[in-house]
C-alpha cells in the first residue's frame, strides 16, 4: 500500500517538474541581469521621480541607455547614480543636490479669508472650482494634495500658517509635490551649501496693490530686489519677482530690501547687528512671515564673503 | 460683509436621503415578519430577536471604540439590522450563549475584518448564521414547532418543509395556506411569506430596493423547480412549496438586496439574482443540506465584485 | 403619457417661489462691470479704451475666435477703465467698467413694443445678425449660438428643440419669459427654423408649468411648424442629450454632438434675444435673471442690464437675509457658489440663489455602502460610484473605460448619494483629466 502511494506520488512530482522545465525552457524570456542588478542598488521607493514608472523602469532605461546624462535617481542622488554607473561602466552624470520649495508664505494670519470652502478637500477640486478662500487666487489652498503625493513623508501642512513645510532632510526631490500642486507653488530649487538658499516665497501676478491687499505678504512686482540684485539673478515678471538659483551667490541683499518679507532666506546664520548699512534699512513686514531671526540690518561684507567661499568650495 | 459666504461645487442641494434612513426602513419592513414570529413562537422569538440584536449593537460599539479608535456609528442603524436578520435566521430556542457567538461572527468576522459598513464583501447576518450552523449544527437544524408561545430553549422541535422534502417525505407537508401565514416549524423570521412579502412592497413602495434582485430570484427558483416538478412529481415538490418553503423569501427579499454586498447595475442584479436561485435550487434539490439559501446568497456575494466589473449600467447612446 | 428621457434622472422639490411674478426691468446701475469672458470659447477683445464714450448696445469688445463672441454696451455712459474684475469663480479676469449716464440708445436698436412678424432676410444673414448680436446659450452653457447654427460638413439638422423645461429647482426666468414674451419667442423660434433650414421646431415645457404651456399652444396656432410638448417633470431634462431623448427619441452617441441625432437644441431665452437681435436690431445686453431663495423676502424676476453688480439686484429683491450661508449664480444643482456678491451679471445668469447657513453645508461623508442609488439616478447611465473610486485612485484608464466623459455635471448622484458622498466633485475632477488624455491623444 505505501509502496503504491510513494510511487504514484513520485510520478505525479517527475511529471510536473519535466512539465515545469520545459515550459519554463520554452517560454524563457531574456532578461539583462544587470537590470535586476541595477534594481538592487536603486531605494525601491518607486516614486516615479526619475520619470520612469518606478525603480524597475528606470532600471531598464538605465541598462538601455548609452550613457547616463539625464538619469538620475533624485531619492538616491550621486552616491546611487554612482553605483549605478559602476555597474553598467558608464560615466554618472553629475547631478546637483535639489529640494522642493514652497513659493507661498500667505500664512492664515497674513492673507485673511474671504469665504469658506465646503466641497471636497483637496486642492485639485478646489482649485478647478475657483480661485480659493483668500482673495490670492495664485497661493496656496493648504488641502494638502502635495502631502498626499509625497511618498517620503517629507511635506506636511502646519496648521498654524496653513501652509506645506518641507522637512529638508526627508525630501529627495523627486518632484511629486511639484506635479501634485494645482497652483504651481512648489518648485525644485538648488539645495544649496549648507542647504542655504534665497527665493521669493510667492507666486501672486496681480498688480501690487491687489496682491498686497490679498495678502500682506504677498510680492508686490515692486522690483527692489533686482535692482539690488548684484548677480542680475532676479527677473521681476508679471508683477511677481524671481530668483534664478543658478545665478544666485547668497548675498541676501534682497532679502534686505523686499518691502513685504516676500524673499525667504533659509539655513543662514543669524546677521550681526552692528553692521555698516549698505542699502536704505528694509521695511519691516507688517507681519513677520517666518520663525528665522530676521534682524534689521542688512548682512555684513564678512558674511557675504563667506558665503561666496562657500559657493566656491562647491 | 461679515458673514462669510461658503463656496463648494454643485449640487447645493442634496436630497436629504442617508445611510440611517434606509436601514431603518428595512427594520420597518421587518416589522410584520417580526409580528408573526411572535405570534408563532411567543417567548423564544422575542428572546432571539433581543439577544442578537443587543449583542450586534455591543460588538459593534466596542470594536469601533476600542479596536478601530473612531467614533461609534451605532445610529445608523446597521448593527441593529444585521442583529435582526441574523435572529430571523435562528430557530426560536437558540441559547443566548451561542446567539452571542453568532452576532460576534457576523459583525466581528462579517463586517469589521473588512472595515465596517460598506467595505464588507459577505453579507454579515449571513456570515454570523453560516458560522453557527457549521459550528452548532444540531442546535442550528432543530426548529421550535410553531404555537408554543411560552417556551424558549424547552421547546418541542420538530421537521421544517425543507427537511421533510430533503427525506422525500412529500406527503406530509402543510397546506399552502400554512406555509403562506407561516404556521409551520422553521427558523423565527423566515415563516410567513406573507409578512415578508408585504415588507418588500413596504421597501418597493420607499424606493429602499428595486424589484430586480427579489424578482429575478422568484422567478429562477419557480421555473427550474417547475422544471424538476414535471419531471418527476413524486421526488420534487411544486415550485409553489419551493417559494414558500424555507429561507427563500427572507433570503431573495432582505439578505440578497443587502446593498454592500450586491451588485449596482440592474443587468447585475438579475444576473445575481439567477444565480441565487440556480444555487438555491441546486443545493436544495441535489445536495446534503435541505436548505441553500444562505449558501447561495453568499457565494453570489462573493461574485458581486466580478458581477459589477462587468455588469455596466446601461449607457446612455449605446456602446 | 407624457414624454421624458429614459435613462435615470430626479425629482429635487421645485420651490418655484418666484412663478407667476411679472418680469420688473431694472434701471441701470451707477457702474456696470462687463467681463470679456461670459461664454464658451476665446474671451472677447475689447475695441473702446479708457474715457470712450458709449451708448446702449455699443460693441464694446469684439469676438476674439470662431467660437467667441461679440460683447455690447449695457448702459450708456463712459469707459472708466479696463481691469481684471472678479469673475464668479474668485478668479480675476479682464473686464470693462463703464460709468453711467443718462440712457442713450444706438439709434439702430427698434425700442417699440411693435410685433415684427415678417423677415426677408436668407438664412446665413440671419446667422451673422445673431453672431454681430453676441448672443449665446443662455441656458447657462453659454455656447456661442452662430456656432451652433452652423452644423459641421456633411451633417443635417432635421429639427430644432427649443429648451424651455427648466428643469433647475427654484428658477422662472425662462417660466416668465413665456408667458409675456410668448409671441416674440415664437418669432424667433420661426427665425432659428430658417436659418438652419429646418420646416419643424419642438418647443419642450416641463408639465409643471401649464399656463406657459397653455398660453404657447393657443399662440403657436398662427405658426406653422412649431409643436409644444409638455414632457414629464424630471431632472435634468434641460440636459441637451436628455431633452433629445425626450423629444425625439433619440439618444446621442458618446463623445458625439447632438446634430448627429439631427437636432438644434436652443434655449428658450435664446430664441428671444435671437427675435429682438434680428427683428428689432437689439443686441444681448439685457436679460432675465431671477432672484430667489427661501429667505428672500421678496423673489422676482428681473429683466436686467449686463454688468449690473449682483448685490444691486438682491437689493431690489428686499435685501440679503440675515444668515446667508451661500449665493449661487444659476440654480442649485448645476449653478456657481459665488465668492462675493459684487460680481456682475452676465450672459449665462439665469438666477441668483440665496441659500440659508442651514442650507448652505453639506453633510459629513460616510463610506459608500454601494446602494446603487446613484446608479438609478444617473441620467448618462454611468456608475458614479464607481467613477469617483477612479478618481481618487487617479485610474484614468478605467475611467475612460466607464465612460467618465460622458458625465453632464448634474449632479443628481451627489443629490442622491445617502452617504452624503461628494461624487460630482470627483467625477468632475476626473472627467477634466480623461478629457484631457483624450485630447491630448488625438492631437
Not at chain 1, 530690501?257 to 533659509?266: S, Y
Not at chain 2, 443545493?283 to 466580478?306: C, D, K, Q, W
Not at chain 3, 456608475?383 to 487617479?394: D, E, I, W
Amino acid at each position: 500500500m505505501i509502496l503504491i502511494a510513494v510511487i504514484s506520488l513520485g510520478a505525479i512530482g517527475a511529471i510536473g517538474a519535466v512539465f515545469l522545465y520545459a515550459a519554463s525552457k520554452k517560454f524563457e524570456v531574456y532578461e539583462d541581469p544587470r537590470i535586476a542588478q541595477v534594481q538592487e542598488v536603486l531605494p525601491g521607493a518607486n516614486c516615479g521621480g526619475c520619470g520612469y514608472p518606478g525603480c524597475g523602469g528606470f532600471a531598464t532605461a538605465c541598462v538601455k541607455a548609452d550613457t547616463l546624462d539625464g538619469l538620475l535617481c533624485p531619492v538616491g542622488g550621486a552616491p546611487v547614480m554612482g553605483k549605478v554607473a559602476a555597474i553598467l561602466g558608464k560615466e554618472a552624470a553629475s547631478a546637483e543636490p535639489m529640494v522642493a520649495v514652497v513659493r507661498c508664505n500667505g500664512t492664515c494670519a497674513a492673507r485673511p479669508r474671504t469665504n469658506r470652502y465646503d466641497g471636497v478637500k483637496s486642492c485639485a477640486i478646489a482649485s478647478t472650482l475657483y480661485g480659493g478662500e483668500t482673495g490670492c487666487s495664485f497661493g496656496c489652498l493648504g488641502y494638502g494634495d502635495c502631502v498626499a503625493a509625497c511618498n517620503f513623508d517629507a511635506i506636511h501642512v502646519n496648521p498654524d500658517t496653513g501652509l506645506p513645510e518641507v522637512d529638508e532632510d526627508k525630501c529627495t526631490s523627486c518632484g511629486a509635490c511639484v506635479k501634485a500642486c494645482p497652483k504651481n507653488i512648489i518648485e525644485l530649487r538648488k539645495k544649496g551649501p549648507k542647504s542655504r538658499r534665497i527665493f521669493v516665497s510667492c507666486v501672486n501676478k496681480d498688480k501690487g496693490a491687489v496682491a498686497r491687499k490679498a495678502c500682506a505678504n504677498a510680492c508686490i512686482g515692486c522690483g527692489k530686489c533686482a535692482k539690488e540684485c548684484p548677480f542680475g539673478a532676479i527677473t521681476v515678471e508679471n508683477n511677481v519677482a524671481y530668483i534664478d538659483y543658478t545665478k544666485c551667490r547668497m548675498c541676501r541683499k534682497c532679502v534686505a530690501v523686499c518691502p513685504t518679507g516676500a524673499i525667504h532666506e533659509l539655513n543662514f546664520p543669524p546677521r550681526k547687528e552692528a553692521a555698516p548699512a549698505v542699502s536704505a534699512a528694509p521695511v519691516k513686514p507688517a507681519v513677520a512671515p517666518k520663525a528665522e531671526a530676521k534682524p534689521e540690518a542688512p548682512q555684513t561684507a564678512a558674511s557675504q564673503v563667506e558665503t561666496k567661499e562657500e559657493t566656491n568650495q562647491k | 460683509m461679515e458673514n462669510k459666504l461658503y463656496v463648494s461645487p454643485s449640487p447645493h442641494i442634496h436630497g436629504g436621503d442617508s445611510i440611517s434612513k434606509n436601514m431603518y426602513g428595512v427594520l420597518i419592513a421587518l416589522v410584520p415578519a417580526f409580528l408573526v414570529s411572535l405570534y408563532f413562537f411567543g417567548l423564544g422569538a422575542l428572546i432571539v430577536t433581543v439577544a442578537s440584536v443587543f449583542f450586534c449593537a455591543l460588538f459593534e460599539y466596542l470594536i469601533q471604540k476600542f479596536l478601530m479608535k473612531k467614533e461609534p456609528t451605532l445610529c445608523d442603524g446597521s448593527a441593529i439590522l444585521t442583529g435582526v436578520l441574523l435572529a430571523f435566521n435562528l430557530p426560536s430556542n437558540l441559547p443566548v450563549w451561542i446567539i452571542a457567538i453568532g452576532a460576534l461572527a457576523a459583525i466581528g468576522i462579517g463586517k469589521m475584518s473588512f472595515g465596517g459598513l460598506g467595505n464588507n464583501i459577505f453579507n454579515p447576518a449571513l456570515t454570523g448564521r453560516i458560522f453557527l450552523l457549521i459550528s452548532f449544527p444540531a442546535q442550528m437544524t432543530t426548529w421550535p414547532v410553531a404555537g408554543q408561545l411560552t417556551s424558549y430553549t424547552d421547546a418541542t422541535t420538530g421537521a421544517t418543509v425543507l427537511s421533510l422534502m430533503n427525506e422525500g417525505a412529500l406527503d406530509k407537508l402543510p397546506s399552502l395556506s400554512d406555509m403562506l401565514v407561516g404556521n409551520m416549524g422553521g427558523s423565527l423570521g423566515e415563516v410567513s411569506a406573507l409578512a415578508l412579502l408585504l415588507g418588500l412592497f413596504y421597501m418597493l413602495w420607499k424606493k429602499i430596493i428595486t424589484w430586480h434582485i427579489p424578482v429575478s430570484i422568484f422567478v429562477t427558483v419557480f421555473v427550474f423547480t417547475g422544471i424538476m416538478h414535471l419531471v418527476n412529481p413524486v421526488q420534487y415538490a411544486c415550485p409553489c412549496v419551493h417559494l414558500l418553503s424555507g429561507g427563500l423569501m427572507l433570503g431573495a427579499i432582505f439578505m440578497a438586496t443587502d446593498y454592500v454586498t450586491s451588485p449596482m447595475s440592474k443587468s447585475g442584479m438579475i444576473v445575481y439574482g439567477v444565480g441565487i436561485g440556480i444555487l438555491t435550487t441546486v443545493i436544495r434539490l441535489f445536495g446534503s443540506y435541505p436548505e441553500g439559501m444562505s449558501f447561495a446568497i453568499f457565494i453570489m456575494n462573493g461574485v458581486t465584485p466580478l458581477i459589477n466589473s462587468y455588469m455596466k449600467p446601461k449607457h446612455f447612446g449605446g456602446k | 403619457m407624457l414624454r421624458t428621457f429614459r435613462i435615470g434622472g430626479i425629482h429635487p422639490p421645485e420651490n418655484k417661489l418666484s412663478a407667476g411674478k411679472k418680469i420688473t426691468a431694472l434701471a441701470a446701475p451707477k457702474q456696470v462691470i462687463i467681463p470679456l469672458s461670459q461664454h464658451i470659447g476665446a474671451p472677447a477683445q475689447a475695441v473702446v479704451k479708457k474715457g470712450d464714450p458709449v451708448k446702449v448696445g455699443t460693441l464694446v469688445a469684439k469676438a476674439g475666435g470662431f467660437v467667441s463672441a461679440n460683447i455690447h454696451s449695457s448702459v450708456s455712459g463712459k469707459v472708466n477703465k479696463i481691469d481684471n474684475a472678479l469673475d464668479a469663480s474668485g478668479y480675476k479676469r479682464p473686464a470693462i467698467y463703464i460709468d453711467v449716464e443718462g440712457d442713450e440708445w444706438e439709434e439702430t436698436i427698434d425700442r417699440s413694443d411693435a410685433l415684427v412678424k415678417d423677415c426677408t432676410l436668407s438664412s446665413k444673414e440671419i446667422v451673422d445678425k445673431i453672431a454681430a448680436a453676441g448672443i449665446v446659450g443662455l441656458g447657462g452653457a453659454t455656447f456661442p449660438t452662430q456656432v451652433k447654427l452652423l452644423p459641421p460638413p456633411g451633417s443635417k439638422a432635421e429639427i430644432i428643440i427649443i429648451n424651455a423645461v427648466e428643469c433647475e429647482p427654484y428658477l422662472t426666468s425662462d417660466h416668465s419669459l413665456m408667458m409675456e414674451k410668448g409671441e416674440q419667442i415664437l418669432v424667433g423660434v420661426t427665425l432659428l427654423m430658417k436659418a438652419v433650414n429646418v420646416n419643424k421646431a419642438v418647443i419642450g415645457i416641463e408639465n409643471n408649468k401649464p399656463d406657459a404651456i397653455a398660453h404657447l399652444t393657443k399662440l403657436a396656432t398662427a405658426y406653422p411648424g412649431i409643436e409644444i410638448m409638455p414632457l414629464k417633470v424630471q431632472y435634468p431634462q434641460g440636459g441637451e442629450k436628455q431633452l433629445i431623448d425626450a423629444v425625439i427619441r433619440r439618444q446621442v452617441k458618446s463623445g458625439a454632438l447632438p446634430i448627429s441625432a439631427g437636432a438644434v437644441v436652443q434655449n428658450v431665452g435664446t430664441a428671444y434675444a435671437v427675435y429682438e437681435a434680428v427683428q428689432k436690431n437689439k443686441p444681448l445686453f439685457e436679460r432675465v435673471v431671477t432672484v430667489t431663495g427661501k429667505a428672500v423676502a421678496n423673489p422676482s424676476n428681473f429683466l436686467v442690464r449686463m454688468g449690473t453688480p449682483i448685490n444691486t439686484l438682491i437689493e431690489a429683491a428686499g435685501g440679503i437675509p440675515e444668515n446667508t450661508g451661500k449665493i449661487i449664480g444659476g440654480g442649485p444643482m448645476m449653478g456657481k457658489a459665488l465668492v462675493s456678491a459684487e460680481v456682475p451679471v452676465t450672459k449665462g445668469s439665469s438666477g441668483v440663489l440665496l441659500l440659508t447657513k442651514e442650507e448652505s453645508v453639506r453633510k459629513p461623508m460616510q463610506d459608500c455602502i454601494r446602494c446603487a442609488k446613484c446608479v438609478n439616478a444617473c441620467p448618462m447611465g454611468l456608475n458614479p460610484a464607481f467613477l469617483m473610486k477612479f478618481t481618487v485612485y487617479k485610474d484614468w484608464e478605467k475611467a475612460e473605460a466607464n465612460y467618465i466623459q460622458d458625465c453632464i455635471e448634474c449632479g443628481s448622484c451627489s443629490y442622491t448619494c445617502p452617504a452624503n458622498r461628494p461624487l460630482l466633485d470627483q467625477i468632475r475632477l476626473g472627467k477634466g483629466k480623461v478629457m484631457g488624455i483624450i485630447r491630448a491623444r488625438k492631437s
